[in-house]
């Protein structure tokens, strides 16, 4: 089945680590998301790839890297920088035209700060 | 810029009733409209989607009818079940990103 894979489903950091979370899709999909979700708050754009080997910042990129180094993988990497990363982050991926289509989402990975 | 406006929540209803969550949008061009759900500790999925002014999206028995003079796409569903509790999400897409409201949590009790 196509779809869109992200792992772990529950992280733990502790403070002044990195971690790095898996996004991994099968629908051929060119562009990827990376969202985050607080309560209350509806989904926050963090980083987004139209291809690969190139990305943009979204509106909360701070705290947060990315690669794109092959189009069925976006890894996000939340560093030590990102002074408040407990949330639940959901990857998402587009194929068709641009405007025209729906996002395609994973099932997320909560993280929690310990 | 562009942007969802979604009413917010939590929505409780009995089982059977009538269920409208109204959304609004600002857009430059001529953006693509989407109705997501998410159940606890999951991932969004599509529910419904209308990519021009006047197409109806439907699915499941929920629709939402693209209504470009007063800019909305509000959901309905004539009689909910215990099973469409969940949070909808409102959102649009008009080129390479998806903007998405804040969400509205609905509970339908028995």
């Known amino acids: 089945d196509g779809g869109i894979t992200q792992s772990p489903k529950y992280l733990f950091r502790k403070e002044g680590q990195n971690v790095t979370l898996s996004c991994e899709q099968n629908?051929?999909?060119?562009?990827m998301y990376w969202y985050r979700q607080d309560p209350g708050q509806g989904l926050r754009l963090i980083y987004y790839?139209?291809?690969?080997?190139?990305?943009q910042k979204g509106d909360i990129a701070e705290g947060y890297s990315v690669s794109r180094e092959k189009k069925e993988s976006f890894p996000l990497t939340v560093t030590s920088a990102q002074k408040n990363p407990t949330a639940f982050y959901l990857c998402?991926?587009?194929?068709?035209?641009?405007?025209?289509?729906?996002?395609?989402f994973g099932q997320g990975t909560r993280l929690t700060v310990v | 810029g562009d942007s969802v406006t979604q009413m917010e929540g939590p929505v409780t209803l009995s089982e059977e009733a009538f269920l409208t969550i109204n959304c609004t949008y600002t857009a430059t061009g001529y953006p693509s409209l989407f109705w997501y759900v998410q159940y606890p500790g999951e991932g969004l999925q599509l529910l419904l989607k209308?990519?021009?002014?006047?197409d109806k999206g439907s699915n499941k028995g929920f629709e939402a009818t693209y209504r470009k003079e007063t800019t909305s796409f509000h959901l309905e569903k004539g009689s909910v079940q215990v099973s469409d509790s969940a949070v909808y999400f409102c959102a649009l897409s008009t080129g390479n990103q998806f903007y998405f409201g804040t969400g509205t949590s609905l509970t339908v009790i028995p």
């Open positions: 629908l051929n999909h060119d562009a």
């Open positions: 790839s139209q291809i690969v080997n190139d990305f």
């Open positions: 998402a991926s587009n194929g068709g035209i641009p405007g025209r289509t729906e996002a395609f």
């Open positions: 209308a990519t021009k002014a006047d």
